[in-house]
């Protein structure tokens, strides 16, 4: 594990891997012939058929193209020299063998620095986890009422939402489902690279493209539990995110016994969402500009309505999933899978990371549910209501940090009062928030603040339960399985991952957010 970074190999792969080198390696250091001529086109075709096609393992791949060209070159050399009964040119074959070395070499230190690795899956469970990737068909027609943002954001309608439900099951697995989706897996790396590399290597999306390597444990199309009705949990993935980055948090829900409903949002907050009618949904780059040509405003504006919007989403996807429990779907139907009476709908927690730690947030005030569990969220982009109901004046009175930013709007000077506070407030709902150590130390969207509240009892009502929690040493990244995939030199070389192994703060924030579950559980029942 050392030499991984911490980070959980694919052993299978890792064998690949050596058993690539060697045979490489081999053939360089051996005389040539016809069969190690054969052997070398064996192993090159092998490993490109074992690892899925040629950029999956890039590492072995890349440098093997040239090292065939140069072995290939070798071998005709020395069958011509021996045609001609005449000794290779000394100078030529060794530049070719140290060539060759070099190749082998770099190939096996790229090997280590960005390893095949999957996600640590050995967490404790109740069950087995299914999972199905569907479309529930809603009626959205949404136009915000917030001025002067970005034009893309202002109105939209839609007639299906892109999900991903996983769900407790005890069918036993006969193979693991990939764990990036294979039918958007070549674009969702394409966009992520885009988004987030340095410009010199927004173009190479190959560079991800061993995350198609790991799997997922959950089963497709798994046949729903029968004996029990399982509890609702409505995620909503961060900016750049989608279903398949939070497997880790919300497998590990559904293996306690939870439905977990991931929303794959339309508004292009994802790297990419498929479509019912096969097309798919790109990142959304205009309201980014906005950032970079600093009309910082405008930008935070446009971000509060992506919030609405993304909300409008979930609380659709909440009453599809309800509606489940007592009629199926087609869509559904036609792969075997049916939740009819298999849901407890008077238990549903809505659950988000960073832009979706604010969605739910959002949510929970047009439509309360059970708990509201948000992870980093991102305070400034709460539109006016949610913001002001969760940094309530009257709740912070003689606190020591400026809190002024969250309940009145810079441009406008909003004053709290012109916002219609009727109906129930944040601190109505059963709550947890889990600051990342990065977002806490730093103090961002009021990170200090909230956790201040709480500590002070400000945070919340009597006879709920609040809870805010710092992971120690966590960065806000690490709360999706990103820094289980990268290597974590680069991880941390970014900013990504703090100085703690990535697979124990994920192993943190998924401890508190069961034990916050079971907590309430329990809550409710005294």
Not at 222 to 250: C, E, M, V, W
Not at 263 to 269: A, F, K, T
Not at 347 to 353: L, V
Not at 488 to 499: F, H
């Amino acid at each position: 594990m050392i030499i991984f970074g911490g980070l959980r190999p694919i052993a299978s792969q890792v064998v690949i891997d050596c058993w690539a080198l060697f045979g490489f390696g081999y053939v360089t250091v051996t005389r040539p012939t016809l069969a190690s001529a054969l052997l070398l086109g064996f192993v090159a075709s092998l490993t490109i058929w074992l690892t899925g096609n040629m950029t999956n393992r890039w590492t072995i791949t890349f440098p093997m193209i040239p090292l065939l060209f140069i072995q290939y070159l070798r071998h005709l050399m020395f069958y011509v020299t021996q045609r001609k009964q005449r000794k290779p040119i000394r100078f030529i074959s060794v530049a070719i063998g140290v060539l060759s070395l070099s190749l082998i070499l770099i190939s096996g230190a790229l090997s280590i620095l960005f390893p095949p690795v999957e996600l640590p899956w050995g967490f404790p469970s109740l069950y087995n986890v299914g999972v199905v990737d569907t479309f529930f068909p809603v009626n959205i027609h949404y136009k915000t009422s917030i001025p002067d943002i970005y034009e893309g954001v202002q109105e939209r309608a839609v007639d299906h939402v892109t999900v991903r439900i996983l769900y407790p099951t005890m069918d036993e697995a006969i193979e693991q489902t990939p764990y990036l989706k294979l039918e958007n897996a070549e674009a969702f790396c394409s966009e992520s690279m885009r988004y987030a590399a340095p410009p010199p290597l927004q173009t190479f999306d190959w560079m991800l493209h061993m995350w198609r390597l790991a799997k997922n444990p959950a089963i497709r199309n798994a046949t729903p539990l029968f004996d029990r009705k399982s509890p609702i949990i409505a995620f909503s993935h961060g900016l750049g995110g989608n279903a398949d980055i939070y497997s880790y948090q919300t497998v590990s829900l559904a293996a306690n016994g939870y439905v977990v409903v991931i929303v794959e949002h339309s508004d292009g907050s994802g790297p990419v969402v498929s479509r019912q009618d096969g097309s798919m949904i790109l990142r959304q780059r205009g309201v980014e500009e906005d950032w970079h040509n600093r009309r910082l405003e405008r930008y935070r504006r446009s971000r509060r309505a992506m919030v609405e919007f993304r909300a409008e989403e979930l609380l659709a996807a909440v009453e599809s999933m309800i509606s489940l429990n007592n009629q199926n779907i087609p869509a559904l139907e036609s792969l075997g899978v049916s939740f009819v009476g298999r849901l407890d709908t008077d238990e549903i927690h809505y659950m988000g990371h960073s832009f979706g730690a604010s969605t739910v947030l959002d949510a929970a005030l047009k439509w309360p549910p059970t708990s509201v569990i948000a992870h980093d969220p991102v305070s400034g982009w709460l539109p006016n209501r949610p913001r002001f109901s969760l940094y309530d004046p009257t709740k912070l009175e003689g606190s020591e940090f400026n809190y002024s930013y969250y309940w009145v709007d810079d441009e406008e000077l909003t004053d709290r009062q012109n916002v219609d506070m009727s109906g129930p407030s944040i601190h109505d709902i059963n709550t947890l928030i889990l600051f990342s150590h990065e977002w806490h130390s730093n103090n961002w969207e009021g990170a200090k603040l909230l956790h201040k509240m709480h500590t002070h009892k400000r945070l919340g009502r009597e006879g709920r339960l609040h809870r805010v929690q710092v992971i120690d040493g966590a960065h806000h990244n690490e709360f999706s399985d990103i820094s289980m995939l990268i290597p974590t030199w680069l991880a941390r070389k970014t900013g990504m991952t703090g100085s703690r192994r990535p697979l124990d703060t994920a192993w943190d924030i998924r401890v508190a957010t069961l034990d916050f579950l079971r907590e309430l559980k329990i809550h409710s029942i005294e």
